[in-house]
């Protein structure tokens, strides 16, 4: 008697879809419509239910089809939209040179040897710099144009009207770079000029809300960049969401999370090396966080805010209106402090952020948090000392705190609490990380700022490492 995979149990053709990658499962559908309906099961669903769209053309049209009634875009609870960061510098470079960098791993180590191209894989180099251009001048076209708000909006007005939930449980942005070739889509923490990936992620935040505002559907959740490392949002984007409120305000009324990363603006070479009475000019729009702070009135119902800052700036000795416009960002949170809403916020963690003692024991006071975090946080002006004793205290009524590599001129040390991360010239008896939960949260919290330092090591070196990864700069 003759078998078919056809005629075996719905179990097992969900086993086989299982180890499969979409586009063989995909295949595995196209052979009869019996496999189709056999092979669309939990493990090809969620796809559909955790699904990534790229800011493309044929992507944004592809979700707008798969939306449609009764279509598997209907099943949509988390939507990643992801912009595309073209970037043909490094293949220029080796069309130029003939000849290109192979890195080789041995184990922990690795070595770099220059391999030079053939002809074939110089022809198939200038092909990619066509095809890269090409992408690069639709893409500003269908930008430009509002194509791209357009086609997203009808796939998001779909989700709202034909969709299980008729709403996203989560709305993430992301971005990926296109530098080795036309295909090869890479992290944006691989390389690339990190103002093309800014542009990137400014496109794509700027064309998800505006999206947003047009379709109305509703939002529980949105996480910007959040998980993307060597990429964030600059700053003044935040203040084009004023535009579009009214559509917003609909979209994102009922969100209980809001995670954001977030940089200086990015600034233009001419700018970089403008006059001292430009750069003063300059400084005085630096009006920092007040786009955040609407953005938080947007959302009534927010109960978590994750903040992250990425530093893009490096500083330059010789010009003090430019490092002045940079070192201002500890009384940018004041602006955020004044103008956000918080009413029912528990949840909350700042990662890289510049603060003040002021403006950080206002938004504490003013908001009902229970879960407070701080990593690599930098005190402006004033101390941690109040801020501890605020959130030990009863009337803060915390049940976790987390704080690692606070900043306080030094680096704060928490005493008799976490352990050194690597050798240090002045003996310690605890360490930059201190982590509470429960009862243990209202004990209070000594610490001190040694006057040792780093030891050269293994350590140390991660530690630095790390710490350039997360916040810059890039």
Not at 209 to 219: I, Y
Not at 373 to 398: V, Y
Not at 429 to 444: A, F, I, Q, Y
């Amino acid at each position: 008697m003759l078998c078919s995979i056809e005629t075996s149990p719905p179990e097992v053709i969900e086993q086989v879809v299982q180890h499969l990658s979409l586009q063989d499962i995909q295949n595995l559908r196209l052979g009869s419509r019996q496999l189709a309906a056999l092979a669309t099961q939990h493990t090809f669903k969620l796809y559909f239910v955790n699904k990534t769209v790229r800011i493309a053309k044929a992507d944004l049209d592809g979700f707008v089809k798969l939306s449609k009634p009764g279509g598997l875009g209907c099943l949509v609870e988390t939507l990643t939209l992801t912009g595309v960061a073209i970037d043909i510098t490094l293949l220029q470079r080796i069309l130029k040179a003939g000849a290109k960098w192979v890195t080789e791993s041995d184990g922990p180590m690795s070595s770099s040897t220059q391999h030079k191209c053939t002809r074939q894989e110089l022809a198939k180099i200038k092909e990619d710099i066509l095809n890269l251009e090409t992408r690069i001048e639709e893409s500003v076209v269908l930008k430009e144009t509002g194509v791209y708000t357009c086609v997203l909006g009808k796939a998001l007005r779909n989700v709202a009207a034909h969709g299980k939930l008729r709403k996203l449980q989560t709305l993430k942005l992301d971005v990926v770079v296109l530098r080795e070739n036309a295909v090869t889509e890479a992290s944006p923490l691989n390389g690339g000029d990190w103002k093309i990936i800014w542009e990137a992620a400014s496109d794509c935040f700027d064309i998800a809300m505006t999206s947003l505002a047009g379709s109305k559907v509703r939002v529980g959740k949105l996480d910007a960049f959040k998980t993307s490392f060597r990429c964030s949002l600059g700053l003044d984007k935040l203040k084009d969401i004023e535009t579009a409120e009214c559509g917003l305000a609909e979209s994102l009324h009922n969100s209980t999370s809001l995670s954001l990363s977030v940089s200086d603006r990015v600034l233009s070479a001419s700018e970089l090396e403008g006059t001292a009475e430009e750069l003063r000019a300059l400084r005085m729009q630096q009006t920092g966080f007040e786009g955040l702070g609407r953005l938080t009135r947007l959302t009534q119902k927010l109960e978590a805010l994750h903040l992250h800052w990425f530093n893009t700036f490096q500083q330059r000795g010789n010009s003090e209106e430019l490092n002045e416009i940079f070192n201002s960002r500890g009384r940018s949170f004041g602006t955020f402090a004044e103008t956000a809403y918080l009413p029912w916020l528990n949840t909350s963690a700042l990662r890289g952020v510049y603060v003040t003692e002021e403006t950080l024991l206002t938004v504490l006071r003013s908001a009902p948090i229970k879960d407070f975090s701080m990593e690599e946080t930098k005190m402006r002006d004033g101390t941690f000392r109040p801020i501890f004793d605020h959130c030990t205290s009863s009337e803060a009524s915390m049940q976790r705190l987390f704080f690692d590599d606070l900043w306080e001129r030094k680096i704060v040390m928490f005493e008799d609490e976490g352990k050194l991360k690597f050798p240090y010239s002045q003996r310690w008896s605890g360490g930059p990380t201190l982590e509470r939960t429960g009862g243990e949260v209202g004990k209070p919290i000594r610490y001190g700022n040694p006057n040792g330092y780093v030891l050269g090591s293994p350590q140390a070196y991660m530690w630095r490492e790390k710490r350039r990864q997360d916040y810059g700069p890039p």
